[in-house]
Each structure stands twice: as structure tokens, then as C-alpha cells.
């Protein structure tokens, strides 16, 4: 299946044109139509800020008409004409960032209109593998299209840093610490500044389990990587107590053998697409776990792309994931999306990896276009579900229903220095 290689250098083609072109179309500035006035021939999409101005994604700028203006999110919005993918050409109300109802939607003197004809419309994206305590970048990530991120290790310190706000406007869900053995990975790497706490008995292990489901943590990380690791008897015990938590359980994998006692251990998922070829009975035992495919981030290979391909065709539940802070674009990683396609996966099951399978295994509200959803979605120029790699150049990106600034996508992120 990967062993194709003109299909993979067909596809970097296609990349490589993808990312040169950019996105052509701009939106112009959006206004509200007075009464009576036809909704489906202007085109817009206005960002907002503190001021209550109204910028386009093009260079167009200009004031939101409608009430609200101090805080668009909470004034009446209403994206109109667009194709909600999986539903069709529908107008979308947003009422304090919330999604409050799909269809023909009257419309009133008082509405901010966001025009959308001619665009497609799908939930922002989440990325289930990052590191913002490693490499800080909330603002050009949600630029590039991601609502949710799952911090995958990052010291203590992240707890405080998510309630003062330092990762707005994501919303962020984190594991704290991976937990390792003394001496074990990744305390003696990257992760030397507490991204690692270490645990010598299977008392710490339990402890460091209770300490981080209290600070709020969604979910606990082990580290199974060769070298010192926990033993098997501390393991499973973390498993057990993480689940009584009701936290999911994610274990760093890279290994066929190492994903295979993960899975035995009965953990929820691996934090990577394995590296070492999978045997069959690896890929057998991974089946209905979930694994986040951060292919980018190890170079693309074949191998691990193989294994993506093969789990997913045994039953494994993948999301979209980029390492974040290993890898080094904020947003939807078009090169991602492009190995994800490489190992098998076609362009629906790309965007659901991106959106509602994640949400699904998250326990979030994101990652669909509902009544009662956060109106966090993404206009794209074209239908991703034929083209997934238009998921990477949104022309506008709305969270919560303001829209980001796509002028900082695909900025730097800040390097964090460890406390």
C-alpha cells in the first residue's frame, strides 16, 4: 500500500502545488441586510476585536452592522448560504458563541451576517497530540484552524497556566507529567524540565495518578519507551486507577512489542503511530484503540504510515495528531493531512480524524455542526471531503464564533523556558 512510491510523490506534488497557490479566493467585508434584502450574493467574513471593528479575510475593513458590536459572539450571527458538509446549504445562527439553530433562518434588521455562498463549512479541527508548555503558539494555531488541543506532557505548572488563560482561545485538555521510571523517558531528554515525573514504586505512581485527576487533568500518559520503565505491575495498576478516574489512558508506544504490551495493559490508545513494523498480532490486539497519527513529525516514513494504514483497516480509531512542539506548524498540518492520505485514509476519514472522532473519544462538544455545538467552524474554498488537504488553508477560522486573525497562521511558536 505505501510501498507505491509514485503515489506518495504525486501526492507531495499536489502538496507542494497546494501550499505555493495558497488560498486565492479572499472574503469580502460582510454586512448586515436590511430588511427584505437578498443574503446569498455578497460574500464576507468579518473578524472582530476589542474595538468592535470589522475586518475581512481579504483587505477589506469596515463596521458590523447589528447590535453587539463591543462583543460580536454575543450578538446575533447568522452564516448564511454556506454548504455544511454532510447536511448542505443551510444558515447557521450563533448566539453567544453557541450554535442555536440550522436551516432557512428569517432574517432580521439586527443580525451580524457572516455571507458564506459558495463556501463549505466543517467544525475546526482538534489536534490530539501537542506540546504548548514545549513550544507556545495558541494564537497561530487557532488561526490555522484548530479549536481543541490535547497536551500530551507538559510539567505541573500547565494546570495554573490553563486557568490564567495563557492558551486562549484553544481549549485545551492535558495530561500533566507522562509518568516514567526513575531515569526513564522522557526525564532525560526533552523532557528534563518536569515534563516527566518519575515514579520508583507503584504507591507514586498512584499518588501522581490521584494528584493530576484533582488538578483536572483529562487523561494520564505512561511512557513505555525502552530504557528504565515502570514495571508491569505499576502499570497496570496506573490503568486501573486512571479508569476509576474516568480518565483515558494513553501510552508512548514506538515499538511493536511496546504496543502490544500497551494494548494488553488496557490502555485506551498510543500517543504515536508506531515506527518498528507491526505483526499481525500487534495490529490485531491494537484493534478498536485509538491511535494518533503525528506522522509528520517523525519524518513521514513508510513504515509508520504502513502501520497507519494497516490499523485502520483492522479497526483502529485514528486521530489527527501533530506533536506539536516536536513538530513545528501550528494549525491543520497540510503534511499530515497528506500522509494521512498516503497511508490509506481517504478524504472523509481524514476530516473525521480531524473533527468528529476525536470529539468522540475526547468526550467534547466540538467536532460537529449542531444546535448546541460551539460555533467553532472553518470556511473552506472547496468540498473537503474530496480535497482534505483544503482543511489546512480555511479562509476563515471561527471559535466560539469570533474569528481569528488568519494573518497569524503558520506563525512561530514562543520556545518555553522550564520553571
Not at 273 to 295: F, M, N, Q, R
Not at 303 to 312: K, R, W
Not at 366 to 372: F, L, P
Not at 375 to 400: F, I, R
Request: hydrophobic share 45%.
Amino acid at each position: 500500500m505505501i510501498g507505491d512510491h509514485g503515489r506518495r510523490f504525486r501526492l507531495l506534488g499536489l502538496l507542494a502545488l497546494t501550499l505555493a497557490c495558497g488560498s486565492t479566493s479572499a472574503l469580502s467585508e460582510a454586512t448586515a441586510p436590511t430588511e427584505g434584502e437578498s443574503t446569498g450574493e455578497t460574500t464576507g467574513a468579518p473578524s472582530t476585536g476589542s474595538s468592535g471593528s470589522s475586518t475581512g479575510a481579504g483587505d477589506t475593513t469596515g463596521d458590523t452592522t447589528g447590535e453587539g458590536e463591543g462583543d460580536p459572539s454575543a450578538a446575533l450571527q447568522v452564516i448564511r448560504g454556506g454548504t455544511i458538509v454532510g447536511l448542505g446549504v443551510a444558515d447557521i445562527a450563533i448566539v453567544d458563541g453557541v450554535i442555536t439553530e440550522i436551516g432557512a433562518i428569517e432574517t432580521t434588521p439586527e443580525e451580524v451576517t457572516i455571507a458564506a455562498a459558495g463556501r463549505w463549512i466543517v467544525p475546526a479541527g482538534i489536534d490530539s497530540h501537542v506540546h504548548l508548555d514545549y513550544l507556545r503558539a495558541p494564537l497561530p494555531m487557532a488561526a490555522g484552524g484548530i479549536a481543541v488541543a490535547v497536551d500530551l506532557a507538559a510539567p505541573i505548572a500547565v494546570f495554573d497556566e490553563r486557568k490564567a488563560g495563557e492558551f486562549a482561545p484553544l481549549e485545551l485538555l492535558v495530561a500533566g507529567p507522562m509518568l516514567a521510571a526513575p531515569g526513564g523517558y522522557p526525564t532525560q531528554s526533552w523532557g528534563s524540565g518536569g515534563f516527566g515525573v518519575e515514579c520508583a514504586s507503584t504507591e507514586e505512581a498512584l499518588a501522581a495518578v490521584d494528584d493530576l485527576a484533582d488538578r483536572g487533568a483529562s487523561l494520564i500518559k505512561i511512557s513505555l519507551e525502552n530504557g528504565p520503565r515502570l514495571s508491569d505491575e505499576t502499570i497496570a495498576a496506573v490503568v486501573t486507577r486512571a479508569h476509576e478516574r474516568d480518565l483515558r489512558v494513553l501510552a508512548h508506544a514506538l515499538g511493536d512489542a511496546d504496543a502490544a504490551a500497551a494494548a494488553a495493559f488496557g490502555v485506551d490508545g498510543l500517543a504515536h503511530t508506531p515506527l518498528e513494523p507491526l505483526s499481525p498480532a500487534t495490529i490485531a490486539a491494537l484493534d478498536g484503540l485509538a491511535v494518533i497519527s503525528t506522522l509528520h513529525a517523525f519524518g513521514s516514513g513508510e513504515t509508520a504510515m504502513s502501520n497507519l494504514g494497516a490499523l485502520h483497516d483492522a479497526g483502529a480509531t485514528i486521530l489527527y495528531g501533530t506533536d506539536f512542539g516536536n513538530s513545528v506548524t501550528p494549525g491543520i498540518d497540510p503534511i499530515e493531512l497528506m500522509s494521512m492520505l498516503a497511508a490509506g485514509l481517504d478524504p472523509p476519514e481524514v476530516l473525521a480524524a480531524l473533527t468528529s472522532t476525536p470529539a468522540a473519544f475526547w468526550g467534547l462538544a466540538h467536532g460537529r455542526v449542531e444546535v448546541g455545538a460551539p460555533a467553532s467552524v472553518l470556511l473552506l474554498s472547496g468540498d473537503p471531503t474530496s480535497d482534505a488537504l483544503l482543511l489546512a488553508t480555511p479562509e476563515a477560522v471561527y471559535l466560539d464564533g469570533v474569528l481569528q486573525d488568519i494573518g497569524l497562521r503558520g506563525g512561530g511558536g514562543i520556545a518555553v523556558e522550564p520553571k
